[in-house]
């Protein structure tokens, strides 16, 4: 109970970095309660853990997950794949500043749906400057272009297992109790909602932040640099993507396909040691913190012990289940996503299988609508990796993304409680 509420604090007010506080947590974990630490504890009144298990979380299979992403983005960047991505994605979209908008959104998502880091959302607000510094000054679409970046990369992050922490931890927590939710199946429930909320997102912008103008002018002179190693890093990035979108098919877990990238582009020289330590390792850290810390709340009770403090059943199911919505999405917009969804997701979990929710209770799809909420909490600048980059160009004021982010947040998550009761439930049951 105590490295659980060290945990909370630590995360929240953020005395140490976030990723310290997860390494703090293991390390805790180890010299306080597993086979190897200090306190002798009687077998009788609580077993302790093996070490290894706690050591174990930095080696989970969604941290190599994460792993391979990694690897897949920091390739990408080094040949300006992503660049390259960009400029093929936004030329169908002509000069409109409307469709040029859009473009960027669709843009974005899609590179973080897939390479969800902070080298990521630096190099998309790159792409945003020379389009902002082609609209006439005082174009109040300028902030509407620079906001649509970090929007974007919110939203398109739900769409893949790799593409935000949260999802990641919904996911382990859901194969702990026995339900496996593929690569496939994880864009499948959330691949609508994603397009549904980008193109609401485009339009909120719009209204918040009409165009002056009716034509931007944009440089798609870059051409391919058709060099041995980008070929090959082309070549391992479709194919990775390639088998994760067809797991179903092939049957090789997502998490063992991972490995591809991680051992290829540093076999065949594309990535070099300067690339590997380029690596967001300090995202690595804080998920196996938290993934540590929920293990230790399932199997010491102390998840049903804190459950067990609120009477739940004066709620009822559906109550309990929009009462933890609007706690994630009031957190997360204070905190990391992330560590809401490491705080919550096991509470939520230890309430579904104490049976206190009934047995027709939807578990998997409550947690799956728990780690989607915290990824629309995007009103301040320190929600989200984008915002604080977004922030940090001096192009984006934190009144402007609170107003676009409580109204995006919002009809979020209306249509995130729609999807937990009509369609979700068709994908998971």
């Known amino acids: 109970m105590g490295i659980f509420l060290m945990a909370g604090l630590y995360w929240i007010l953020e005395p140490i970095p976030i990723y310290a506080t997860s390494l703090l947590i293991i390390f805790l974990q180890v010299l306080l309660l597993s086979d190897q630490g200090f306190i002798n504890f009687d077998p009788a009144v609580y077993e302790v853990e093996n070490y290894k298990t706690f050591y174990g979380t930095l080696a989970n299979p969604i941290i190599i997950l994460f792993l391979g992403g990694f690897s897949l983005a920091t390739a990408a960047v080094k040949f300006g ?74 939203i398109g992050g739900i769409a893949t297992p790799i593409g935000s922490p ?76 390639l088998l994760w979108v067809t797991e179903k098919l092939h049957g090789v877990s997502s998490n063992v396909v991972a490995f591809f990238p991680i051992t290829f582009l540093p076999a065949l020289g594309i990535l070099r040691k300067a690339d590997i330590r380029r690596y967001s390792w300090e995202v690595l850290w804080l998920v196996a913190g938290g993934i540590s810390m929920g293990i230790s709340l399932k199997n010491k009770g102390l998840a049903e012990w804190l459950i067990g403090l609120i009477a739940w059943n004066s709620f009822g199911s ?62 301040l600048p320190i929600s989200t990796p984008p915002n604080a980059i977004a922030t940090s160009t001096g192009m984006v004021k934190t009144k402007d993304m609170a107003k676009t982010g409580i109204l995006i947040g919002l009809i979020a998550i209306v249509l995130c409680c729609l999807s937990y009761f009509l369609y979700w439930p068709l994908i998971l049951n």
């Open 81 to 154: 794949l992503d660049r390259r991505l960009t400029r093929v994605l936004l030329k169908p979209f002509g000069t409109d500043p409307k469709a040029v908008c859009l473009g960027m959104m669709l843009s974005t998502a899609l590179l973080f749906a897939f390479m969800s880091n902070t080298a990521t959302a630096a190099m998309m607000m790159t792409m945003v400057v020379p389009v902002i510094m082609a609209m006439k000054p005082g174009d109040p679409f300028q902030k509407g272009i620079a906001l649509s970046v970090p929007v974007a990369a919110n």
């Open 166 to 241: 949260p999802n990641a931890i919904a996911i382990t927590a859901l194969r702990e109790q026995g339900i496996h939710i593929t690569f496939s199946s994880w864009m499948i429930l959330a691949v609508p909602l994603v397009i549904i909320m980008l193109l609401i997102a485009w339009r909120i912008l719009l209204l918040l932040f009409p165009p002056d103008g009716k034509s931007i002018q944009i440089d798609f002179s870059e051409q391919f640099t058709w060099s041995r190693q980008a070929i090959l890093a082309s070549c391992i990035f479709g194919i990775t993507i």
């Open 318 to 379: 559906i109550g309990i289940v929009l009462t933890f919505v609007v706690v994630a999405y009031g957190i997360a917009n204070l905190v990391s996503n992330t560590v809401t969804a490491t705080l919550l997701i096991p509470l939520a979990m230890g309430l579904g299988v104490s049976g206190i929710m009934g047995s027709n209770f939807p578990l998997a799809s409550a947690i799956v609508l728990i780690g989607i909420v915290v990824s629309f909490s995007m009103m």
